[in-house]
């Protein structure tokens, strides 16, 4: 009697551990049903679906990154809350899934990634960075772009980690790639910023402060020799005949001057017999007009008709003051020579 008793004790739990691993195996194993088709159909349909899974995964990035610029950059846990357990996992025929990790533990491994460098770095799937679009975080620390992890988890059939094959992890969206990204576009625009102003400010040095090279000196000197003949041609060039006109001033100023300063070298000082003999000369000689302008001289305590006065030179001619000043004026010579006899000359009052 106990024996038939114990008999079928064993056969109930066999039969409920029997039905708890068919309920288990029903909620967690998907039923895939195959039918025969044709070589012809399947390429079809992987066709089909390779596009449109890839237009799937277009659309998934678009809006991702519409909501990455649209939100705050918040972190959060992207996997669902564990479905509760089945009949087999309570009575221990199955292994029941491990519990979620908690704040404490997210930031352990967060910071083990950051250790790591698994940011910084390409991704593992795509090869490619992460720059600004959106990132996920694996329990086991490693990274991947969220939509690589889908298009690999959707390909490969099962939930694993493509780096370390961990099954039942756990994923979290990050964006420290977004941000290392930002960091390294700022730091590029202020290094060309600053690159530009120091090239600007170093061409602005070039042109005024000369080098210390002995051959780049030479050449600073002679570019800013060229550069001053250039701009006098171009002076030149516009204005030919009041260039003339200032070095013809200049050099009549510079004669009058030597002229006034050599008044008292030109001819040694006369006595006043040598005066006398001169001016018996003019006398004999018996000249009444000016030769320069040939009006009479008719000179009557030193003054002439006109009221201007008479000069005897010392070589006996006699002109107006007015006019051999003028002829002074117009000689191209340093010491001016008598308009007669050619010859140097002192002047005295008539």
């Excluded at 960075?129 to 990274?143: A, D, G, I, K, T």
């Excluded at 402060?209 to 030479?218: E, F, S, Y």
């Excluded at 004669?255 to 001169?278: G, I, N, P, T």
């Excluded at 030769?291 to 030193?302: A, R, T, V």
């Amino acid at each position: 009697m106990r024996r038939r008793l114990n008999c079928k004790a064993d056969s109930g739990r066999l039969t409920l551990a029997a039905v708890a691993l068919q309920d288990h195996i029903t909620r967690t194993v998907p039923v895939r049903f195959s039918a025969l088709n044709s070589s012809r159909q399947e390429a079809c349909g992987a066709a089909h679906g390779f596009r449109s899974l890839k237009k799937q995964s277009t659309r998934q990035r678009a809006r991702d990154a519409e909501q990455t610029q649209g939100q705050e950059e918040n972190e959060y846990v992207l996997d669902r809350a564990p479905p509760p357990l089945t009949l087999a996992q309570r009575m221990g025929l199955v292994a029941a899934p491990s519990r979620r990790l908690s704040a404490e533990e997210w930031t352990e491994v967060k910071a083990r990634s950051i250790q790591e460098g698994d940011s910084s770095q390409p991704c593992a799937i795509c090869r490619e960075e992460f720059r600004l679009q959106p990132q996920v975080l694996l329990s086991c620390s490693h990274v991947f772009h969220k939509v690589c992890l889908k298009s690999f988890e959707k390909f490969s059939g099962r939930k694993s980690c493509p780096m370390c094959r961990k099954e039942q992890f756990e994923t979290r969206v990050i964006y420290d790639g977004a941000q290392l990204y930002r960091e390294k576009c700022a730091l590029r625009i202020q290094a060309f910023w600053r690159g530009y102003l120091v090239r600007k400010w170093y061409q602005n040095i070039k042109k005024h402060v000369p080098p210390k090279d002995h051959r780049l000196r030479r050449q600073f000197f002679e570019k800013k020799f060229q550069e001053m003949n250039d701009s006098l041609v171009r002076s030149c060039s516009t204005d030919v005949e009041a260039f003339l006109n200032d070095i013809d001033r200049s050099v009549a100023m510079s004669h009058d001057l030597l002229r006034r300063f050599d008044k008292s070298v030109c001819v040694s000082e006369m006595e006043d017999k040598e005066w006398l003999e001169a001016q018996e000369k003019a006398v004999q000689r018996g000249v009444q007009d000016c030769p320069i302008c040939l009006n009479h001289l008719n000179s009557q305590n030193g003054l002439s008709e006109g009221g201007r006065n008479v000069l005897l030179l010392s070589c006996s001619h006699v002109f107006h003051e007015a006019c051999l000043e003028a002829f002074e004026l117009f000689c191209q010579e340093v010491k001016p020579t008598c308009p007669l006899c050619r010859s140097h000359y002192a002047k005295m009052l008539v």
